[in-house]
């Protein structure tokens, strides 16, 4: 197998090595998407077979694969150990099932300690391990890849880049849509996601923009909008239905986008026309618990004191009873990864983590704001990558009146 | 909590609680996204915050949603029982955590044997339940539901159905496309995807086009196409690129839809121009291959049966080396969900089940053929969803050279 210094390996593979070493672990193996992908770099988009990364520390990531998923593997993959398993066809295999290739991968597991995500890895799929590396001790990383996953690399920070600038044009066609006279939840999505299709199938040649399945069989495109309108915004999120949204109303617009694995989200409140004082009110106060969220968003802030600083925000406007649980979570190869911006938070921000940053004001019947951003921490403050104004939003009454 | 005699729960939980009697269980608790909405209608989209059914033999299901998805919930389930956890501006919700909330509706677990579906539940929340009811004997119930699955009840059929025509808008989308000159494997996808999504939008006001998502946070728009040529056919599944197919290259196309959480596949190969006689002769091959496996899609075959008269058709033209490992499988809720058709299968047709049929001829460098549809098992014999012809098709070379 390759050596570990291998060009192509990005540092993340590095730092995890290092914390595999620190933490006495001999091998981890995963087989979460979100992780395979991470340390390979290839996603199958179909999972209904599962894939596993083992890394050592000593050597460089080694993929495997059903035999079904090996040319898509190798043309995706950056690391050079691939490996087959499976029966398809005249290819040769390491054996018929992972449980055999991963015993001809690691013996009968040689009594090493290996770390596995127990977060996510199926009690079935633990004891099968089990049985494949029954000299092994298991142990539980969850923790460890987490804490890698936390500071983005150089490659995902342009690749967040990307579909942040994916969600902007989301974001303006959404707008322009709810313009048009009669347009409903489901004009303005589809409007929103052609145009994030179409820009994306003109400017970015190489991006994928496949989100990770489930273990039954997951694939889909990753850039989509939500449109909730009027009543309907209390469900925080939904397909979009065949509703007109009202003048006087206010609208939530969600656009999610991924560009390489890497997450945006963009999120806006555009009111039909004029709203009620009451409604203008709270999104006043939520644009400007945002800016003094915003002032503390740079390396060093404990992210707790970010949600106290909301708090206080809340209190002082008397939205103090409304206060939501998080205002803002950890994204990246998850659209909600990690950590959440909230009370119980033991993070601290750093260089390199990206954030989004939602303080909503939900208050049945009176008013429903929904403002997020997907922002990059850097060495010196914060970096907002999605782009759209945060204002409030106001699209002509005279339309729909 | 409402009696059993609802109206609106569906054949198939009286089903499953049969199969639990049967099997002694006294309870089940699923979190699995497409188990949680079988038996309560709801897909909350997102699952960063789990969701829960709890199935006991005289109640209606229980759902246990977090509290920033209660409206949604309310607005979806068919189920009467519906309760709520975590903490969220001013609303009352049963306990703060999600483990604390199955203490309150379950008791320590009052000795009983509950079922959880051990194929999908990870380590650490196995874990979370044994605490949360540690009097209770936690016992794997996935066979259970797989097998209460492979029937299909009569609204799932119809929602198939709807999927099943929103594939044919998709494939008829991108054959069309493919006549364009010029037209790269994204321009047919978008095109794809763009039909389908208006079909949806302009005749199917109450239909919920939504996937089911990851836990780490998913979502999606459920109607989706793949288009891989030449060279790329061998990936199985990617993303569409900026590559146009070339003249006397076969393309395959893939179409997948949700309707409802309900599935459907439909895939063709598409001859760019003439193509080599040898990747023609493949073609025809896996046409008449159908067709002969077709004749044994009735209530009573072994799944087995299938398999063995498709690998007889490979060997009796000369494709024996080249069998696939599966020619189809079963399609609901998950895209390959419950049992492969495949030699090692105990399974057997019934009607009510809907299955996919694809006996692909994959030879590198000389042919590539993919031709799948969505087919129901009727009380005597099969309806195939998916209408669009399967026969080899061609789009004129004229406007490729």
Redesign the interface.
């Known amino acids: 197998m390759a050596n570990p210094q291998s060009s192509d390996i990005p540092p993340r593979v590095h730092r995890l090595k290092a914390q595999m070493v620190a933490h006495s672990l001999d091998a981890v193996i995963c087989m979460k998407?979100?992780s395979t992908f991470y340390l390979s770099g290839f996603n199958?988009?179909?999972y209904?077979e599962p894939i596993f990364v083992i890394l050592t520390p000593h050597l460089d990531p080694i993929l495997l694969v059903h035999?079904?998923?090996g040319?898509?593997a190798e043309?995706s993959t950056w690391t050079p150990n691939l490996f087959l398993y499976?029966?398809?066809?005249?290819i040769t295999t390491l054996a018929p099932t992972w449980p055999a290739a991963l015993t001809t991968l690691l013996g009968d597991g040689n009594s090493k300690r290996i770390g596995?995500e127990?977060?996510?890895?199926?009690?079935?799929?633990?004891h099968q391990l089990v049985q494949a590396l029954p000299t092994a001790q298991l142990a539980?990383c969850?923790a460890l890849i987490h804490q890698c996953r936390e500071l983005k690399d150089a490659d995902e920070i342009a690749s967040a880049r990307i579909a942040a600038q994916l969600a902007d044009r989301g974001m303006e066609a959404a707008v322009a849509a709810l313009q048009l006279q009669g347009a409903?939840e489901?004009?303005v999505v589809?409007a929103s996601?052609?145009a994030m299709?179409?820009d994306?199938?003109a400017h970015y040649?190489?991006v994928?923009?496949?989100?990770?399945?489930?273990?039954?069989?997951?694939?889909?495109?990753?850039l989509?909008a939500w449109v909730l309108s009027g009543p309907r915004q209390?469900?925080?999120?939904?397909?979009p239905?065949?509703r007109v949204p009202q003048a006087g109303e206010t609208v939530s617009v969600f656009v999610?986008t991924v560009a390489n694995g890497m997450h945006a989200e963009l999120e806006r409140t555009v009111c039909i026309g004029s709203v009620a004082a009451s409604e203008k009110e709270a999104l006043h106060a939520t644009l400007d618990i945002r800016g003094e969220i915003a002032l503390r968003l740079t390396p060093g802030t404990a992210v707790g004191e970010l949600y106290e600083t909301a708090k206080k925000g809340y209190d002082r406007r008397g939205y103090g009873?409304?206060?939501?649980?998080r205002i803002g979570h950890s994204i990246g190869?998850?659209?909600?990864?990690l950590f959440s911006i909230d009370a119980r938070s033991d993070r601290t921000l750093l260089p390199g983590m990206i954030v989004s940053l939602e303080p909503h004001i939900?208050i049945d019947g009176v008013a429903s704001t929904q403002y997020s951003d997907t922002i990059l921490i850097t060495e010196d403050g914060h970096e907002c990558l999605t782009r759209f104004p945060a204002r409030v939003i106001q699209v002509a009454q005279a339309i729909y009146t």
Chains 1, 2 share one sequence.
């Open positions: 998407p979100e199958p988009i179909i209904s035999v079904l998923r040319k898509h043309a499976g029966t398809w066809s005249n596995v127990q977060e996510f890895l199926p009690v079935t799929q633990f539980d969850t409903t489901r004009d589809l996601m052609r299709h179409e994306w199938a040649p190489d994928e923009i496949c989100d990770f399945g489930s273990l039954e069989g997951g694939y889909t495109s990753g989509t209390s469900f925080g999120c939904d397909n239905v065949q999610w009873e409304y206060l939501p649980g190869l998850g659209p909600h990864e939900h």
